[in-house]
């Protein structure tokens, strides 16, 4: 991450506020941490030295087969470290999403004698709800439990449906992906151990941002929102967890070398970019709401995501905003129906019954600069201001 | 304008239509008995085939023409709109009556 970085100021370490350049231009500010990070500088070293030495077939006899085999296996070592668990509860996926869904299935059919349940926060990551979906094809039930305004779980309709009889397993995210909002986990957990059901905690907004969650049965990750390659998932199953699932497809020796890198970078520096990130984060709040009317800031303002803040904001559609945000240089995410392939708006602001439309995302990264926020509270309420206009919305 | 009008218009003029949404009320259209109770006959936007925000723009340019305490029923077909106009009575301050079928969406101005 060189050149730029020679001419930051003194003092303000790991906040490089020159921007890198390319052919003249500067690069696009890229404020879309929850969907993916750029890699970080030791996926791309690891990735480097792991296809030097760990490009053979893992699986076979011979020297560079065991070469690679040995990165594998260190692989897995580093990455079970830093998520707290053995090597061989952990296996690498295909993705995040991937692992979800083999998490989901794994649960409900190694408990498929104790009942045919699946219960899950109903502001779940769609590829938990679509295993629960297939649960329920299936001839199983799903109960999702609601959360508040603020996206939080509802710890007494949790608790009572997890007694329900014919509870076979249970899923709540760390943090939610579109609002920020961090779940109580270790309260989650042990309201399921009481009763003896496993828990699924995709961690996939989490890791590398604030510490990994205690008390899951089952947890998973994405590489590529941890600052590893896309194309690996994390997926670890405590020893002892009833969890009757295939093994997932051979995962690539050398990303799945990066992922654990990566990964164990990322949580070693997760304290000291959260102390960075989230005064950015509380900046762009303040801002939005001083300088922004008829604006909602969304999730909870302090069980948080540092990196992440939602809002909306009234009478704008988010697709216009989305695009003109995206003229102006920002890639940002939203929630809006209309940027949807299906048309429906988020079911996590649904969940939440705040406002869907005029809903954007931003979500900041290791490379995230001051300067970078600083143009975004500058330039955001005149692009809003624009766009209200053009609807006739202005004084509404 | 010397000749004086022999008569009041008989209903309000029509409101401005330049924002795509059709406006028509039950008390416009004639080929409806009129009904004397203004609580079972709420005003009538029709927003069907808009896509949020619109449905919720129309709402927030209609409501301060209606009297504290009058209902206004938004049709709507959106799926966004059955969670953005409770969202929006919320951060307004109106009241939330209720949705029914059509979808239809009803709102209470509070102030």
């Known amino acids: ?396 | 304008m010397t000749t004086p009008d022999p008569a009041p218009p008989a209903t309000d003029p029509p409101s401005p239509r330049s924002w795509g949404y059709r406006d028509e009320t039950i008390s416009d259209r004639d080929d409806l008995p009129k009904i004397a109770e203004k609580e079972e006959a709420p005003e009538v936007l029709d927003c069907r085939g808009q896509r949020c925000p619109l449905p919720v723009i129309a709402l927030a340019r209609r409501l301060p023409s209606l009297p504290v305490g009058a209902v206004l029923r938004v049709l709507a077909d959106d799926p966004a709109a059955a969670n953005d106009i409770p969202a929006w009575c919320r951060m307004r301050d109106h009241e939330y009556v209720g949705a029914s079928d059509g979808p239809a969406y009803d709102v209470r101005r509070r102030h």
């Open chain 1, 1 to 396: 991450m060189g050149t730029a970085g020679d001419q930051a100021v003194p003092g303000t370490a790991g906040a490089r506020d020159e921007k890198p350049v390319r052919n003249g231009q500067p690069t696009p500010t890229y404020f879309d941490a929850a969907s993916a990070v750029p890699l970080h500088p030791v996926a791309r070293a690891a990735l480097d030295a792991a296809l030097d030495d760990g490009w053979a077939d893992p699986a076979k006899l011979y020297a560079a087969s065991r070469r690679a085999n040995h990165l594998l296996e260190a692989a897995r070592g580093a990455a079970a470290e830093a998520i707290g668990c053995r090597p061989e509860e952990l296996t690498f996926t295909p993705s995040g999403a991937d692992a979800c869904q083999r998490a989901v299935a794994g649960l409900l059919r190694g408990r498929r004698r104790s009942g045919d349940t699946l219960v899950h926060s109903a502001v779940e990551h769609s590829s938990v709800l679509h295993a629960a979906q297939a649960q329920v094809d299936s001839g199983g039930r799903a109960v999702s439990v609601p959360v508040d305004r603020l996206g939080r779980l509802s710890l007494d309709a949790f608790e009572a449906a997890v007694r329900e009889p014919g509870t076979a397993a249970a899923a709540v995210m760390s943090a939610n992906h579109e609002v920020g909002t961090v779940q109580p986990i270790d309260l989650v957990a042990s309201l399921s151990a009481v009763v003896g059901v496993p828990l699924l905690v995709d961690a996939a907004q989490s890791l590398g941002r604030v510490s990994v969650p205690e008390g899951w049965s089952v947890l998973t990750g994405s590489a590529r929102k941890w600052g590893g390659p896309a194309g690996v998932g994390l997926l670890a199953v405590r020893a002892g967890t009833r969890y009757d699932a295939p093994a997932p497809p051979p995962v690539s020796v050398p990303l799945a070398v990066a992922a654990a890198a990566s990964l164990r970078a990322a949580v070693a520096e997760a304290g000291a970019q959260a102390a960075r990130l989230s005064p950015l984060i509380d900046r762009i709040r303040s801002a939005v709401a001083t300088n922004v009317p008829d604006v909602e800031v969304v999730g909870d303002p302090v069980h948080r995501l540092p990196n992440l803040v939602t809002f909306s904001c009234l009478y704008v559609d988010g697709e216009a905003l989305l695009h003109a945000l995206d003229r102006r240089g920002f890639a940002v995410s939203s929630g809006s129906s209309c940027t949807s392939s299906t048309l429906d708006p988020s079911h996590v602001l649904v969940a939440m019954g705040v406002l869907s439309h005029g809903n954007i995302r931003v979500s900041l990264h290791r490379d995230t600069t001051e300067s970078d926020v600083d143009r975004f509270v500058e330039e955001l309420p005149g692009i809003v201001a624009a766009i209200r206009a053009q609807a006739g919305a202005s004084r509404l």
